[in-house]
């Protein structure tokens, strides 16, 4: 009798073993699981149905880096877009979309329309320049950095 109550807790302790192992989060390792209390004779655990406690989870694989490419920016193309429906502008080397920015700045749309399509470094500088505010609402624009 006293050999089935061994079996069956080394087989409780598998099954307790087994539902921490799979229920762990993607941070725990095997080591991190509970170890059963009361210790279990070799020759009743079953070695098919329990984890493998010598092999260590791998880590998920990294995304391959990506090498920096030219940006599509160019002043060239910023000039393209020079008008109230279509209104970029650089400041600073930074290209921003401005368009729906020039009905709602408040110092008017024709301070935003003078910067399309061209450099508004000195503009905008001149007049914002060091202020949080003004900043960070253009940063909401930015597309990307412009071209060298």
């Known amino acids: 009798m006293s050999t ?3 079996g069956l ?3 409780v302790a598998i099954v307790v073993f087994s539902a921490a192992f ?3 989060t993607p941070e725990m390792s095997l080591a991190d699981a509970p170890q059963a209390a ?10 098919s149905s329990a984890p493998d406690s010598t092999t260590k989870p791998t880590a998920p694989a990294k995304a391959p880096v990506q090498t920096p490419t030219a940006s599509p920016y160019t002043m060239a ?3 393209t ?3 109230a429906a ?7 080397g930074k290209v921003y979309d401005l368009t729906s920015w020039i009905n709602q700045h408040p110092g008017g749309k024709s301070a935003i329309l003078s910067m399309c399509g061209r450099d508004g470094s000195a503009a905008f500088n001149g007049q914002h320049g060091g202020e949080r505010r003004p900043e960070s609402e253009l940063a909401s624009f930015y597309l990307a950095a412009l071209a060298q």
Not at 38 to 47: D, G, N
Not at 86 to 92: D, E, F, K, T
């Open 4 to 6: 089935k109550i061994l």
């Open 9 to 11: 807790v080394g087989f």
């Open 22 to 24: 799979y229920m762990r």
């Open 38 to 47: 009361i210790p279990v004779p070799k020759s009743s655990v079953p070695t």
């Open 77 to 79: 193309a910023v000039a």
């Open 81 to 83: 877009h020079n008008s």
């Open 86 to 92: 279509s209104c970029w502008s650089v400041v600073n």
